[in-house]
Every structure is written in C-alpha cells, then in structure tokens.
C-alpha cells in the first residue's frame, strides 16, 4: 500500500532515497529552524565559511604579495570564479566573469550594448521585472536624451503573475534596439523560454540579454548554444556566496571584440595592466567588463559555494528543487486547509524555476506565524508568500513540515496574533 503524501513516514522515505541529502551537513542550519528562504538569501555553508577564513589568513600572511603569491591568487580570482560559474550557464570561461552587482552589470551592459538610434531608440523589458533593472534601464533612456515613458516598452502580464513569450515576441518590433527580461520571475517564479525568445529576437535583429538572479544554480542554462547575447546575475541566492557578494556577469564570444561601455582598470589587459598606462587596452574576454577592484572579502565564500554545487551538480540539483515544488504543491492542494490557496507558479516543470508563490489576503500575518513555529518564507507585498526549498539543503520533510504547519495556522486561525503588515525588509 503506497504512503499517503502528508505523512512523516513518505517524506521520510523520500528523502532515505535522495542522493542529495547528504550536502545538508554542509550548511549551517539553526536548530528548530526550517529555512525556505533560499531564494532570498542562501543559507552559509562550512565551505565558504573556510574559504573566508583562508582569504584573511592569506592577507594576514602575505600582505600585499597576496596578489600574486597564495593558492588561488587574488588578481585572478574573479576569472578563476567566472569559470567555475560558467558550467551553471552552459557558457565558456572567457565568457564569465564574477564582478560587480546585478545592477552595476547591468548598467555596464546597457552602456555597451544600448546604441539607441531614430529608427530603433526603444528598449524592451516587462511589468514583471525586479524594479532594480527597470531602474537601469531608465537611467540609460536618459543618459541618451530619451523619456522612459516613451521609449521603455514593458509588455504586460495578462493575469498579473505571468508571460506570455507569444505576447513577448509580437511585442518584438523593427523600432526595438534591445530586450531585457528575467530568466525566472521573481515573483511568481515563472521560468520563461529563453531559447524561443532569443531566436525571435535574433530574427528581427535585436539584442537580447536575461537576469539570471532567479534561475542560476537552480536551473541549467545553456546560454552559448542558445546564443543569448549577455546575461547578469546576484550569487547570494542559489549560489549561496552571502549577503552582498559579488554578482556575475556574461558576454557571448561573438562580442568580445567590442569595447565596453565604461572603462575601469581591472577589464586591462592583465599582462599591462600595472604599466599604468592612460590608453586603456582590454582583456580579450569578459573579465574587459571588470571595473576597479576586485571586492575579495565579497568574493571569496564562493569558491566554498560553488565548490559543492560542483561536486552536486546541477543537474541533479534541479530534478530534485522541481521534485520539492512539486511535493509542495501536491501537498497544498490536498490538505484540507490549505486547498483554497492560490498557487501562482506554472505546475509544468519547464515553466517552473526554483520557488513557489502563494496567494492569501492575510499572507503577512501567515508569514509570521509561520516564523514563529520555525518555518521561514518569503513576504512579498500585498499577499504573497514564496517558499523555496533549496536542493543542497532542505529535505521533503522540511516541505511536509512547512504544509502541515501551514495547515495548522490556517484551520486554528493563529495568523490573527500579528499584524497583517509587513516589516521594512521583505
């Protein structure tokens, strides 16, 4: 007789049979705590936390020598971590480069790539974006003299969560010079075809780049093959680097003869950088997008971090996060209690990254009494709550656990402890 899906013994058996499990010792997790916030932030792993202490014990030693002179020597480290990036994004090295912030790359991406002309001034994102692209995106209409309001083409959603690519693409027309969108929505989590969009946009002759922050080290990307021209991400979510760390940033070979749009000393040439001459003579692949230097302390809790993604793979990474959504899912829609919530992510797996966004009137009052059992989502304003069970670290009976408190705070109404507000940060 098969286990029913809401009961300790089938999430149990579960996770026995799991090939991942074993990474869980690796994090720290709280005791008591059930962490389903990994879309957020990336909970801390020994790894990193070692490479950190590796990195303070290099300067603490070496001093200035540390440039050249430890294991992993700090003037190639964002190279030597581009790379290690660039299997999570079907990439080659020189196309990868860790640097920056999500927004900072992005801005040096639409100074590289938005050449706005009369018959094509206009950029094309959507509603739907994290706020910060969109922010970029107006800041370089205006550099150039034009007025977002006019030249920044967003589609919309039809049913507020999701889109349409069809609606996408005929929104594709001979004015637009380029098109940003996110891999995966931060939202509702949508994962949109990103091999069917680059092929019409390159069709029409339009660039065409993707925020990663969502999608990378929970979904496989094979951004080469589909010939996406660049593409930003944040490594504090699913790559788990820390709050703050450096981001990443990818440019197709196909470019890398263009000059970047701003100019800083560390995209030189390495072997004359330090000739410190005022011509400025580019690296030959996307480390030329580095501006100063680099921020190593930031840095270095990725090469423990990517250092287990590697030995887990993604692969098997993503068969088991769509696994854990799933199990989430087929939860929340069988538990008496919780089967009036909305579910506003994709149910197909190929539309589906790494997180599920329900819907509920009194989301931030669940939030928190959700948090005070132990369990930690995401508020999103006004009613949102995303929940992220992360493969290198949560199990399904930390998914069981979360819809059968879930369950409980709806049916006894416990919510109505808190307030039904956010908190500054959410």
């Not at 509603?127 to 550099?143: E, R």
């Not at 040439?269 to 692949?285: L, W, Y």
């Not at 931030?364 to 290198?392: M, Q, T």
Request: hydrophobic share 35%; with cysteine; charged share 20%.
């Amino acid at each position: 007789m098969t286990k029913q899906l809401n009961t300790i013994d089938y999430a149990a058996e579960k996770d026995k049979k799991d090939p991942l499990a074993r990474f869980a010792k690796e994090f720290y997790i709280q005791k008591g705590k059930t962490y389903l916030d990994g879309n957020s932030l990336g909970l801390l792993s020994k790894r990193s936390e070692q490479s950190v202490i590796k990195l303070l014990e290099a300067w603490k030693t070496h001093a200035i020598d540390g440039w050249s002179d430890t294991q992993q020597p700090w003037f190639t480290l964002s190279e030597t971590i581009g790379a290690k990036m660039a299997n999570l994004i079907g990439a080659n090295a020189h196309e990868v480069i860790a640097t920056g912030s999500t927004t900072i790359n992005l801005h040096q991406l639409l100074a590289t790539f938005y050449e706005p002309t009369d018959k094509k001034p206009f950029i094309l994102s959507e509603t739907l974006n994290f706020p910060t692209d969109i922010y970029a995106m107006q800041s370089h209409l205006k550099i150039h003299g034009l007025h977002s309001e006019k030249h920044l083409k967003l589609i919309k959603s039809e049913d507020g969560y999701t889109l349409s690519e069809d609606a996408i693409i005929e929104a594709m027309t001979d004015d637009i010079k380029i098109i940003i969108l996110s891999s995966v929505l931060y939202r509702s989590g949508q994962l949109l075809n990103m091999r069917k969009l680059t092929t019409a946009a390159h069709e029409r002759g339009i660039l065409i780049g993707f925020d990663l922050c969502h999608s990378i080290g929970s979904v496989p990307h094979q951004l080469s093959e589909m010939g996406v021209d660049f593409a930003f991400w944040c490594t504090y979510k699913h790559l788990n680097g820390g709050p703050g760390s450096v981001a990443g940033l990818y440019v197709n070979e196909r470019h890398h003869a263009k000059t970047p749009g701003l100019l800083g000393w560390f995209g030189s040439d390495k072997q004359v950088q330090f000739d410190m001459e005022p011509t400025f003579t580019k690296a030959a692949g996307a480390g030329a997008y580095q501006l100063g230097t680099p921020h190593l302390l930031s840095l270095s809790p990725l090469i423990g971090s990517l250092e287990l993604i590697e030995e887990a793979g993604i692969g098997p990474m993503r068969e088991k996060s769509l696994n854990l959504t799933q199990y989430l899912r087929d939860l929340l829609e069988s538990l008496p209690e919780t089967t009036n919530l909305l579910i506003r992510t994709p149910k197909n797996d190929e539309r589906r990254g790494g997180h599920i966004l329900i819907e509920h009137p009194e989301a931030a009052r669940i939030c928190k009494a959700l948090k005070s059992e132990g369990i930690i989502p995401d508020f999103r304003s006004p009613n949102g709550i995303r929940i992220a069970p992360v493969a290198l670290y949560n199990s399904y009976s930390d998914v069981l656990h979360c819809a059968l408190t879930l369950a409980t705070i709806l049916k006894n109404r416990t919510y109505k402890n808190y307030e039904n507000t956010r908190g500054v940060i959410a």
